[in-house]
């Protein structure tokens, strides 16, 4: 069964960077099939694609975020990261990776909170 | 981006109701939907993609309807363990986008 796990800090200041690593198990995050991304949710409010990453190294990154945003992958230890720069109290979210079939997320991580906060 | 708008935000029905969530897309998204679960502290749970297809696994009283910019999603019979706010998703453009969300409470 394919499982995700997100690990980082769970307390980052301001203007400095968040950086969070989704561990995938169960499945190769070589597949051909799927690319692999990460999502927000702020506290009570709705989800934000934050942009996705294909094996080979492709990316997409969501225009909104782009400036600050880098998804890198790492075959050989089964895991992709997110990088967000700059971070602001705004940047506050639970944090899920997951396997998208394309554009479709199939697979979730169970989240990470993400405070920003001096 | 294209916007989704989901109606109502928030809807309280009983065991046994039939519940029917709308999601409008600001443009022509042909069949390019997905909805999505979420309970309390859990992530999203894909149940419809590409607007009417169940996902393995999900129960037949969840379904999904529409094309270009109207889309449906129906509970033929509530159970309690649908308690949950749903999302709707579409993939017709990029970035992909989410509605705001309804939440479904039991009455």
């Known amino acids: 069964q394919l499982q995700l796990q997100e690990s980082g800090p769970g307390l980052v200041k301001p203007s400095e960077t968040l950086s969070l690593t989704c561990t995938v198990s169960?499945?190769?995050?070589?597949?051909?099939?799927?690319?692999w991304g990460w999502i927000r949710q702020p506290p009570g409010k709705g989800l934000e694609w934050i942009g996705s990453?294909?094996?080979?190294?492709?990316?997409y990154y969501n225009p909104s975020l782009k400036s600050r945003v880098t998804i890198s992958v790492d075959t050989s230890k089964n895991q992709f990261s997110l990088k967000l720069s700059s971070v602001t109290a705004a940047d506050t979210a639970v944090y899920y990776c997951?396997?998208?079939?394309?554009?479709?997320?199939?697979?979730w991580g169970q989240g990470t909170l993400v405070t920003v906060s001096s | 981006d294209i916007q989704m708008t989901q109606s109502p935000s928030s809807l309280s029905a009983s065991v046994g109701d039939r519940v029917t969530i709308t999601c409008q897309a600001s443009?022509?998204?042909?069949?390019?939907l997905n909805w999505y679960q979420q309970k309390p502290g859990k992530a999203p749970k894909l149940l419809i993609y590409?607007?009417?297809n169940l996902e393995t696994g999900v129960p037949s009283r969840f379904s999904g309807s529409g094309s270009g910019t109207d889309f449906t999603f129906t509970i033929s019979s509530l159970q309690p363990e649908d308690i949950a706010t749903y999302y709707c998703?579409?993939?017709?453009?990029?970035?992909?986008?989410f509605g705001q969300g309804t939440k479904l409470e039991i009455k």
């Open positions: 997951a396997r998208l079939v394309v554009t479709t997320p199939d697979y």
């Open positions: 169960g499945g190769s995050i070589s597949s051909s099939s799927y690319y």
């Open positions: 990453i294909y094996y080979s190294g492709s990316t």
């Open positions: 443009q022509d998204i042909s069949n390019y």
């Open positions: 590409d607007a009417s």
């Open positions: 998703q579409q993939y017709d453009n990029l970035p992909p986008t």
